[in-house]
């Protein structure tokens, strides 16, 4: 995988207080380009990185992306739609919004999110995920929200594990170890195979079909059906993002996360002796969340969900990285933006 740092686009800088820590860059050459037309990319901010509550210079963590113009927010805790204004993103064009259970910390900005979002002119339906419970919930919380421009719609999740595909994003919400039922989600960009001229030639594939097979189509014309891979190669590896937050350290997380190019994961305890009271209260230490990040093989790790005790999360980071070296305390606002990879 190749990964470079650079700046990142010109985005309300002045309001991002955190480094941008990793890009993915991709040039994309030729045939390529002039099949796309354009650069598949994933932004991802770190919206905020408090547990329990916000605190002065820390929201509650949250995570928001943005596609192909359409974005995609997990979790929504109180102050999060400030986060979304200190970032520099709009709260318009939010098509999804997924929870990973319902402590107020994760779920109390939504009425006032909804709000925003109608007074800012939305009229798109928007779309919810949860564990089971979420029509009842989103309804008791809207009971200050009336009214909308737009309509919800909603998922709830029962299985261990559940996978859809929203405005362009492969969502899989797989189930985790809290006190109460909760997710965590991985959200991935896909990329087909690469087309090969030599490839449709050799298969006698006339050129007025090459664009609609590369685009996944099967063509059946005169007796003869022609399909995607008679022009096409094996799927390549895509964008996979991985955020779970309270939880304890459960083998499905790692599962999920496998390859990940990004794995956000809360941290809750940076201290060793807090180790017992993260068993206690069904979360993590910086160290667990290190371990998770090593066996699923993640490309980096950013740690969020920090008590409101844990005042300087830097300070446990060299113990963190023997673990994995590759991990990061997540900051408000830190972002990145996650591309196709190069190919060799
Ligand atoms: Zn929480
Ligand atoms: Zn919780």
């Known amino acids: ?9 010109n985005r ?3 309001h991002d207080p955190a480094p941008v820590h990793r890009i993915r860059l991709q040039v994309l050459e030729g045939l390529d380009y002039i099949q796309k037309g354009f650069v598949y990319m994933l932004d991802v901010c770190l919206l905020g990185t408090s547990g329990m509550m916000p605190l002065p210079g820390r929201w509650l963590t949250a995570l928001m992306t943005r596609f192909e113009g359409s974005s995609l927010l997990i979790d929504c805790g109180e102050g999060t739609q400030v986060a979304i204004r200190e970032k520099g993103w709009s709260v318009n064009p939010i098509d999804t919004i997924c929870f990973t259970h319902y402590h ?6 939504l009425p006032g999110l909804l709000l925003s979002m109608g007074n800012s002119d939305r009229k798109e339906p928007v779309t919810l995920i949860g564990p089971k419970g979420l029509e009842r919930v989103v309804n008791s919380l809207r009971i200050i929200a009336p009214g909308l421009p737009f309509s919800l719609n909603y998922i709830e999740l029962t299985k261990p594990e559940e996978s859809f595909v929203l405005s362009g994003y492969h969502v899989t919400a797989f189930r985790v170890q809290h006190n109460v039922t ?6 991935e960009i896909p990329r087909g195979g690469k087309f090969f001229v030599e490839k449709a030639k ?16 099967t063509v059946e014309t005169e007796g003869r059906t022609y399909t995607p891979d008679m022009v096409i190669g094996e799927p390549r590896t895509g964008i996979k993002l991985t955020y779970c937050t309270d939880t304890r350290p459960v ?7 496998k390859h990940s190019d ?7 305890y940076g201290e060793k002796e807090d180790q017992a009271k ?27 969900h920090y008590s409101p005790s844990l005042l300087r999360p830097s300070v446990y980071m060299k113990a963190v990285k023997k673990v994995f070296p590759n991990a990061f305390p997540g900051k408000d606002g830190k972002s990145c933006t996650l591309l196709y990879p190069e190919e060799e």
């Open 251 to 257: 083998e499905s997380i790692v599962t999920h996360a």
């Open 278 to 304: 993260a068993e206690e209260k069904k979360h993590m230490t910086f160290m667990e969340a290190a371990q998770v990040a090593k066996e699923a093989e993640a490309g980096e790790l950013w740690l969020t």
């Open 1 to 9: 995988m190749m990964i470079h740092t650079a700046p990142e686009q």
């Open 12 to 14: 309300a800088a002045k």
């Open 182 to 187: 909760c997710y965590g989600y991985s959200l």
């Open 104 to 109: 107020g910390d994760h779920i109390s900005g």
């Open 202 to 217: 050799e298969n006698n594939v006339p050129m007025m079909y090459w664009n609609r097979l590369q685009h996944g189509e």
């Open 262 to 268: 990004l794995l956000i994961c809360e941290g809750m």
